[in-house]
């Protein structure tokens, strides 16, 4: 094999992405990429990428494979990743299928509204997770296309 085939070859190799939640595995198959939340910042991840354990945070994820982009809301968790797989291991993870926009848009109207009160027994940073998870819900249920084929 020459080495241009190599990295070709080496190029169309997929990366195993699970996402698992306490109650049940969200998604398990080969995606070309997958991008993701960290408590630090988003994080891309192809095929062969470095060892690397990190903390989630409270943003989308967005899986690459071929032409398909699927998202998946998921807030807090870690994901331990190695040069043939990612795993993400969530708190809590939402395809947009599973998102109740006038639920997440009265949670958003909530935590905006008790942020500007600044009620005593509320803790700020829990308001702006609440604020967070809320947008995010938002962001995917409005999204133009996605892919359905995770049922």
């Known amino acids: 094999m020459s080495e241009t085939q190599a990295t070709t070859?080496?190029?169309?190799?997929?990366?195993?992405?699970?996402?698992?939640?306490?109650?049940?595995?969200v998604f398990d198959g080969d995606v070309d990429m997958v991008?993701?939340?960290?408590?630090?910042?988003?994080?891309?991840?192809?095929?062969?990428?470095?060892?690397?354990?990190?903390?989630?945070?409270?943003?989308?994820?967005?899986?690459?494979?071929?032409?398909?982009?699927?998202?998946?809301?998921?807030?807090?968790?870690?994901c331990e990743i190695n040069q043939e797989s990612a795993t993400i291991l969530a708190d809590v993870a939402e395809h947009p299928d599973e998102i109740d926009a006038e639920r997440a848009k009265r949670a958003k109207e909530r935590a905006e509204r008790r942020i500007k009160e600044q009620k005593s027994d509320m803790d700020e940073i829990r308001l702006k997770a609440a604020l967070r998870?809320?947008?995010?819900?938002?962001?995917?249920?409005?999204?133009?296309?996605?892919d359905k084929s995770h049922k």
């Open 133 to 146: 998870k809320a947008t995010v819900r938002l962001e995917l249920t409005n999204l133009p296309t996605y």
């Open 35 to 78: 991008i993701l939340q960290t408590i630090d910042g988003q994080i891309g991840v192809l095929h062969n990428h470095a060892p690397v354990s990190t903390v989630l945070g409270l943003g989308t994820l967005r899986a690459y494979n071929d032409e398909t982009v699927t998202h998946y809301a998921i807030f807090g968790g870690f």
């Open 9 to 25: 070859t080496e190029k169309n190799k997929k990366l195993r992405l699970r996402i698992v939640t306490p109650i049940k595995q």
